[in-house]
């Protein structure tokens, strides 16, 4: 091909435009203002105790003294059942809720009935309810019927918070599933259970992981109804963190205290950037794209 037949394109401008430069600039400063706490966490877990009030905004005199105080039963304290307690209560709490949450947003994707979007407001009227006006009747509740003090009172209250939470992003992920594929599965034998179980369900699995996360850090990170409705053999590790003491009444252990919530709160951070493409993927897409 002849020079004179090449079409010429003007040179990209590479430079970037001002209202990139504001993006970044903006992403910046949410990263720092989201993870300067954390951050300064982390400096006061690993800082000596007679330099936890330090200003200095890197790490210095670095010990493990806090961490070992942390998980120690000297003062009381028993941080490994508080936290064997949070994944019995979390787990409980994410299977049931998941469980549930796909056979309702699939029922309310899939079937047409009077009185849909009712129950779909009431859904989510239910997740925008205060907790903090929960506190008083479920704890009478609770006490009347002898559960209060029980894994079970801390596990119904963080379904009845999870539930909205996992049927809202079930419901918008399975009504992009084209139809087409479950008849397609009917019409080669397929019952209505088989073609959920075998075809819709697998096409589901992004957004089912993306609401199990969400739905066990919710439940992991629960501290107003368990503080009154949990008891020290029972209590999940927001409470535990709470009601650490010190070597004596005068002393309140902030440095052990960072150091427990940087051992509880480091593999939550952990666990979502490593699926984070994963979660992402499952709030924002369908199942299958034109």
Sequence with gaps: MSDST???????????????????????????????????????????????FSTV?????????????????????NFLRAIGNSLIISLTTTLIAVAVG?????????????????????????????????VTPLFQLFTDIGLRGSYWALIIPNISFALPLTIY?????????PWELEQAARVDGCTRGQAFRKVMLPL???AVFTTAILAFIMSWNEFLLAQQLSTVSTEPVTVAIARFTGGNAFEYPYATVMAAGAL??????????IF??????????GGVKE
Excluded: C
């Design 6 to 52: 090449k079409t010429t394109q003007p040179p990209k401008n590479k430079r970037p435009k001002a209202g990139s430069i504001a993006i970044y600039v903006a992403a910046v400063l949410i990263m720092l203002w989201g993870l300067l706490p954390f951050y300064w966490m982390l400096v006061t877990a690993f800082r000596k105790k007679d330099f936890t």
């Design 57 to 77: 905004p890197f790490p210095t005199h670095l010990t493990l003294d806090n961490f070992r105080e942390a998980l120690s039963t000297e003062f009381g304290n």
């Design 102 to 134: 796909v056979f309702a947003a699939y029922a309310l994707s899939r079937y047409e009935f009077r009185g849909k979007y009712v129950v779909l407001g009431v859904i989510m009227g239910a997740s925008m309810f205060p907790s903090i006006a929960l």
């Design 169 to 177: 992003t079930l419901t918008s992920f399975v009504d992009e599933l």
């Design 204 to 206: 589901a699995a992004p």
């Design 264 to 273: 509880v709160t480091v593999p939550l951070v952990i666990m979502v950037l």
């Design 276 to 285: 984070q493409r994963k979660i992402i993927a499952g709030l924002t897409s």
